[in-house]
């Protein structure tokens, strides 16, 4: 997806001896399947910032699993250029979003928004189309054991190396039926209640211990203490030192 790029600017491109061009502009869209080979790529004027967005064919796999009628191929997808689809760059911008301001649970973000994606693609975009598995021994929803197994997993491991993946596991369901249900019974996608809850974590921890917040910040599943800087500020409306100093009593501070 295009992000920045010159008015009126083409971009020509050919795989596997299809040739296409294309005006770019601000959320030009194009897609590439697994499989296509493109040997020639020309551009009349700079790109200067384009997003790159890479599906492995593990996650169509896991589709054809856990959604699918029968074996999904990556390749079905169409080789397209300049296509309108609203739905695939909101979810293009959802991850850049998480790239350019992290949150503690960008990592669930990005496996949500690349199982959407996955479907989407293979739906809407595909030589191939499927019908959805049958669910006659599946749940249509969280009920409610299945979701406080999952509220008291995440709760109790806020700190763990959470994914998608392991919370479908707790309720016993696929990750693409998990991730729609969730939302459905939170209110919430996985994502923003696990972010939620290593918020909750962090001020325990500046609140009641003397860790440096280099090591709050990792406990929380931030990248760097700069990146839980920022994404303390926007959630609390301080910086995590501020909190510590408001929070803590004046010796357990100094000693920190």
């Avoid at 993946?165 to 996608?189: N, T």
Wanted: aromatic share 8%.
């Amino acid at each position: 997806m295009s992000l920045r790029c010159a008015a009126g600017g083409k971009v020509g491109r050919r795989g596997s001896g299809s040739w296409q061009e294309t005006i770019a502009r601000p959320g030009t869209l194009w897609l590439c399947p697994i499989g296509i080979h493109e040997d020639s790529i020309r551009m009349t004027s700079n790109i200067p910032e384009v997003f790159h967005l890479y599906l492995s064919r593990q996650q169509f796999d896991t589709l054809s699993r856990e959604e699918w009628d029968r074996p999904f191929s990556p390749e079905a997808i169409h080789y397209l250029a300049g296509i309108e689809d609203d739905l695939i760059r909101q979810l293009c911008n959802s991850i850049l979003s998480e790239l350019r301001e992290e949150t503690s649970g960008g990592k669930l973000l990005v496996e949500t928004m690349s199982l959407a994606l996955c479907a989407h693609l293979a739906h809407s975009y595909s030589g191939q189309p499927r019908k959805r598995a049958a669910t006659g021994t599946k749940p249509d929803g969280l009920d409610g054991a299945r979701l406080q197994r999952v509220l008291d997993y995440v709760r109790d491991n806020p700190d763990g190396d959470l994914s998608v993946a392991d919370l479908a596991s707790v309720a016993c369901l696929s990750r693409y039926h998990f991730a729609r249900a969730f939302q459905k019974a939170v209110g919430l996608p996985p994502h923003r209640y696990v972010s939620e809850q290593r918020l909750v974590l962090a001020r325990r921890l500046l609140a009641e211990s003397s860790e440096p917040l280099a090591q709050v910040a990792l406990t929380c599943r931030f990248s760097s203490q700069a990146n839980f800087t920022k994404a303390f500020h926007r959630a609390a409306g301080i910086s995590p030192g501020q909190y510590r100093v408001a929070a803590q009593p004046l010796s357990v501070v100094q000693g920190s």
